[in-house]
């Protein structure tokens, strides 16, 4: 599986958006990007995933570099329940192990009022 | 609907002893993954099962851990003799199968080793 690297803490105030980068230059061809958060004593929550393309949802937007070396997740309005540690995660698409998910340490994203 | 149950919620052993940890999936998921996340770290990959085939337990730490599941139903971790090391959180998600990509977690075990 692809290594991802991302900062281990962020800020941002609350209203703005919040972009979370992620490197991944060792990702292959057939690998997904995952991005899953983790709020406090909570379980992770799945966020959103893409292949090549930007992505966007409820929750957030994903922005994937041309080369997929890299992305950002972007929260458009960051609100104080979005502190939490965000997980950039590369996986392969449907392998037989099951898409077990390979967790990092994340970033600490840290919203202030 | 219901999310994925874990019970207990907390547990506090002796060094020595054994202790299971019980996961309920959400209804008609049919694969189930086990994690373990120690205190300040990510995730870390225990045991998978989809299914009616044979677990993938490449993650699994040592002899000492091991799982079982009931069909497409409840799963109990155990781990014998544990040890100090074994503190942790221990996290069970679940979904509809390996083509899907969102796994569903539930809120976890947090397992102290005394």
């Known amino acids: 599986d692809a290594k991802t690297t991302q900062p281990p803490s962020m800020d941002c105030a609350e209203g703005r958006a919040a972009n979370l980068p992620c490197n991944h230059s060792?990702?292959?061809?057939?690998?997904?990007v995952y991005w899953y958060r983790q709020i406090h004593s909570q379980g992770p929550q799945y966020i959103i995933h893409g292949l090549k393309n930007n992505e966007t949802n409820e929750m957030a937007s994903l922005i994937i570099t041309e080369d997929r070396k890299s992305s950002t997740l972007i929260l458009p309005h960051a609100t104080l329940r979005d502190t939490a540690v965000y997980y950039c995660i590369v996986n392969p698409w449907g392998e037989t192990s099951g898409s077990r998910l390979t967790f990092g340490e994340g970033t600490q994203l840290t919203v202030n009022p | 609907g219901a999310g994925v149950s874990q019970s207990p919620s907390n547990k506090v052993t002796e060094k020595g002893k054994d202790v299971e940890l019980r996961c309920d999936p959400i209804s008609g998921h049919t694969a189930l993954y086990w994690y373990r996340q120690r205190l300040g770290q990510g995730l870390e990959f225990l045991i998978y099962?989809?299914?009616?085939?044979?677990?993938?337990k490449s993650g699994l730490p040592s002899d000492r851990f091991s799982a079982e599941r009931t069909g497409e139903s409840v799963s109990t971790l155990t781990i014998q003799r544990t040890q100090q090391e074994d503190s942790a959180v221990y996290l069970c998600?679940?979904?509809?199968?390996?083509?899907?990509?969102?796994?569903?977690f539930g809120p976890g075990t947090r397992l102290t080793v005394l």
């Open positions: 998600a679940s979904n509809r199968g390996a083509s899907y990509n969102e796994q569903f």
């Open positions: 099962f989809q299914g009616n085939s044979a677990p993938d």
């Open positions: 060792t990702i292959s061809g057939n690998e997904y």
